[in-house]
């Protein structure tokens, strides 16, 4: 008992329960103070020194994604651009030597299937088989069946090339051609 009487106390006495006069941790205090002033000095910035409140922050990101998407040549792929591109031998020979390079792995040289589905059936798993729906696909991939998406690794033209290729191998009946997945879409 003589600790607690040595320990100094308030005056306040309730009940018979005295209040110790323990000051709080240095670290705490320090803390404390650097909040305060931190928080001053980031009311000062958003009140009277221009920062951008959260409205502001949001129109300018958003004129920045609508620019970007402006200036994105994939938002300009339709299917009637992409059936232009079908008729180029040129480009579907590209097509080809992609594919080979980067596609053949999972769906096999003559894109009959192997680990990735067959493409050259009348079966989706994802899409219709349009042109757009083929580009969708390799431009943002199918990272829960394994497929990566392809934008980040290729160029648009690249993409444009291996889409109007995949497109030209439906129904050319390859040797040893997977099972059929996903549903029958007709052409």
Not at 91 to 119: M, T, W, Y
Not at 129 to 153: C, F, H, Y
Not at 161 to 169: G, P
Request: glycine fraction near 8%; aromatic fraction near 10%; proline fraction near 6%.
């Amino acid at each position: 008992m003589s600790e607690d009487q040595d320990t100094p106390t308030t005056d306040h006495d309730y009940d018979g329960i005295r209040e110790f006069d323990n000051p709080l941790p240095t670290w705490w205090l320090v803390t404390f103070f650097a909040t305060i002033i931190f928080a001053f000095h980031y009311w000062i910035h958003y009140e009277f020194g221009g920062g951008m409140d959260q409205k502001a922050e949001l129109s300018q990101d958003m004129a920045q994604i609508q620019q970007l998407q402006h200036n994105h040549p994939a938002s300009l792929d339709t299917e009637e651009d992409l059936q232009k591109l079908a008729g180029s031998a040129e480009i579907i020979s590209r097509g080809h030597d992609l594919f080979g390079a980067k596609c053949a792995v999972c769906h096999g040289p003559e894109l009959q299937g192997v680990i990735g589905p067959n493409l050259t059936d009348e079966y989706w798993i994802h899409g219709q088989g349009r042109l757009t729906d083929i580009a969708l696909i390799i431009r943002s991939g199918v990272p829960d069946k394994g497929m990566p998406n392809w934008e980040s690794q290729l160029q648009n033209e690249e993409i444009r090339a291996l889409t109007v290729f995949v497109a030209s191998r439906k129904g050319s009946h390859p040797v040893n051609p997977k099972a059929p997945q996903g549903e029958k879409i007709a052409n």
